[in-house]
Antibody
């Protein structure tokens, strides 16, 4: 079945970076864009951007420009989202989601607490 | 950027009631509007796309309507398993902005 399986929780210190992985299976990975969405505790989802797995091109939300990178490893059907210069405001659950009809398949989420 | 505004922010209704949630875009987005359901501790789940289309497996008591700037999600007969927070999202181009959510519970 179609699945997105994300990497496990990571605790980070302020100023550090985090790289979250999202392994796709059950469909042809190069056909569908992958989006990244985060959700801070008690808040609504926040869209971060998307990547075209076919060519690696990405579009980022303006808020994250300069400290975000979305990449892909076609050999393992795995997508990555790296966020640098973390602050406590980046504490959130990070999701990957497939762009089919809107965001039709979601990963299980990766919790990233940022704390000193 | 286009802003998405949902109302109400929360509601409480009885089992079997008809429930409506509104979502307004600050500019026209045609029918590029999706609704998601999120239960506590879970990932969002796609409920409606293209303003009114139901993905396979979504119960028929859920329906969506609207175009342009004003959209509505309707739960035809509220069930206990519908307790969740509902979000709208525009997807006619970046950024894919979400509404702030509507929390639905049982009275």
């Amino acid at each position: 079945q179609v699945q997105l399986v994300q990497s496990g929780a990571e605790v980070k210190s302020p100023g550090a970076s985090v790289k979250v992985s999202c392994k796709a299976s059950g469909y042809t990975v190069t056909i569908y864009y992958i989006h990244w969405v985060r959700q801070a505790p008690g808040q609504g989802p926040e869209w971060m951007g998307f990547i075209n797995p076919r060519d690696g091109s990405a579009t980022y939300a303006q808020k994250f420009q300069g400290r975000i990178a979305m990449t892909t490893d076609p050999s393992t059907s795995t997508l990555y989202m790296e966020l640098t210069s973390l602050t406590s405001d980046d504490t959130a659950v990070y999701y990957c989601a497939r762009e089919g009809s809107a965001l039709d398949v979601w990963g299980q989420g990766t919790m990233v607490p940022v704390s000193s | 950027d286009i802003r998405m505004t949902q109302s109400p922010s929360s509601l409480s209704a009885s089992v079997g009631d008809r429930v409506t949630i509104s979502c307004r875009a600050s500019q026209g987005i045609s029918n590029y509007l999706a609704w998601y359901q999120q239960k506590p501790g879970k990932s969002p789940k796609l409920l409606i796309y293209a303003a009114s289309a139901l993905p396979s497996g979504v119960p028929s008591r859920f329906s969506g309507s609207g175009s342009g700037t004003d959209f509505t999600l309707t739960i035809g007969s509220l069930q206990p398993e519908d307790v969740a927070t509902y979000y709208c999202q525009k997807y006619n181009g970046a950024p894919w902005t979400f509404g702030q959510g509507t929390k639905v519970d049982i009275k």
